[in-house]
């Protein structure tokens, strides 16, 4: 079955302790992306990558850092975590071309005391 | 840059009644056009799109046609469902496919 798979679904954490969380497409896609979602605030841009060993800067990137060394996999390190970054965090991925969907991960709920 | 807005929620309808979710866009040159909707605890799925101008999307009974003069893109459906309260947004890429730019999201409730 075709899909993005994020682990893991929910996490609680506590400041200052460093966390990855996982994210792999079975499809082939040259894009990835990682979202958070916030009340009010919809879906903010983190980072994405275009293809392996190339990624880019979204909307909001500061306090993430992410990594694209194989084209499945696209982890998400959160070296520092603060309480700011509690949310709801979603990969997606897709294949660059006009008019093709982003593919969504269930999402993973994270939470920083 | 781009953006899409989208009508404030929550919308909330009585089983049977009629859908519309506004959205409309600003982008430069010819923008794909989809609708997503997240279901309580998971992510967001593709329900529709529509990649040019006069192009009708269509899937589960919802539809949208991408209105190119009015830069939008509503959501309709004649008879909701109890099974369609949900969070739909409205998303575009540009001409490169490359990022997608999201809105905020109406939060719909339909009950029985």
């Known amino acids: 079955e075709a899909q993005v798979t994020q682990n893991p679904r929910y996490l609680i954490t506590v400041t200052g302790k460093k966390l990855t969380v996982t994210c792999s497409q079975n499809?082939?896609?040259?894009?990835m992306s990682w979202y958070r979602q916030d009340p009010g605030l919809g879906l903010r841009q983190i980072y994405y990558?275009?293809?392996?060993?190339?990624?880019d800067k979204g909307d909001v990137p500061e306090g993430y850092k992410v990594s694209r060394k194989e084209k499945r996999n696209f982890p998400l390190i959160l070296e520092s975590p603060s309480p700011n970054q509690t949310s709801l965090y979603f990969c997606a991925s897709r294949v660059v071309s006009i008019g093709s969907p982003l593919h969504f991960g269930n999402g993973t709920r994270l939470t920083v005391t | 840059g781009n953006s899409v807005t989208q009508m404030e929620g929550p919308v909330t309808l009585s089983e049977e009644a009629f859908l519309t979710i506004n959205c409309t866009y600003t982008a430069t040159g010819y923008p794909s056009l989809f609708w997503y909707v997240q279901y309580p605890g998971e992510g967001l799925q593709l329900l529709l799109k529509a990649t040019k101008a006069d192009d009708k999307g269509s899937n589960k009974g919802f539809e949208a046609t991408y209105r190119k003069e009015t830069t939008s893109f509503h959501l309709e459906k004649g008879s909701v469902q109890v099974s369609d309260s949900a969070v739909y947004f409205c998303a575009l890429t540009d001409n490169y496919g490359q990022n997608f730019v999201f809105g905020p999201g109406t939060r719909l409730s339909v009950l029985p």
């Open positions: 499809m082939n896609h040259e894009y």
């Open positions: 990558s275009m293809n392996v060993e190339v990624t």
